[in-house]
């Protein structure tokens, strides 16, 4: 029983996403954090990643993304399929994902995890762009109540 969403209800908000790339040894699944922009989904990676690497093989991926909320019934699932490009990161959109994840307050990030993990001036930072073949929804946000209950509110 698909029912479909505006799939910006869930790029909106601050989810995991979860990258599906292709291997010699099957499919990979990678959880990244995201920023969707111009229709496009940038995702964080960084030059040696082993999704990056899967990627410059083989292009093609699927980025699947879950918005479930147990006590308010809300159950959304949104898919994405495509070929991905890894690009070099870009300083201005990274810290827009960053912040998205953390906070606008910069000075209330955790500066062990920024200095080492997520450097924005990092020269070989890579993005994950993805700009969908595809897009699937289907909300089934009446598991609890019924299809005339569902999300969102009438």
């Known amino acids: 029983m698909a ?5 910006d209800d869930v790029l909106s908000l601050p989810l995991m996403a979860n990258l ?9 699944n990678s959880p990244v954090w995201y920023i969707w922009e111009q229709q496009t ?4 990676a960084s030059h040696d990643s082993r999704s990056v690497v899967r990627l410059q093989q083989d292009p093609r991926c699927a980025v699947e993304i879950v918005h479930f ?14 070929r991905a490009v890894v ?5 201005a959109r990274f810290k827009r994902l960053l912040q998205r994840y953390l906070g606008p307050d910069e000075a209330s990030w955790n500066q062990w995890f920024i200095d ?5 001036d990092r ?3 890579r993005m994950i762009r993805l700009q969908p073949d595809s897009v699937f929804t289907n909300n089934v946000s009446y598991f609890r109540s ?4 569902a999300w969102p509110p009438a």
């Not at 029912?3 to 799939?7: E, H, I």
């Not at 019924?146 to 209950?149: S, V």
Request: proline residues 10%; charged residues 15%.
């Open 146 to 149: 019924g299809p005339q209950l």
């Open 123 to 125: 020269p070989d930072g």
């Open 20 to 28: 599906a790339t292709s291997s010699a040894d099957g499919p990979r």
């Open 41 to 44: 989904l940038w995702m964080l």
């Open 69 to 82: 909320e147990n006590t308010a019934g809300v159950l959304l699932h949104l898919g994405l399929r495509g």
């Open 87 to 91: 690009e070099a990161s870009d300083a």
């Open 3 to 7: 029912t479909p969403f505006n799939p």
């Open 116 to 120: 080492n993990i997520a450097r924005i």
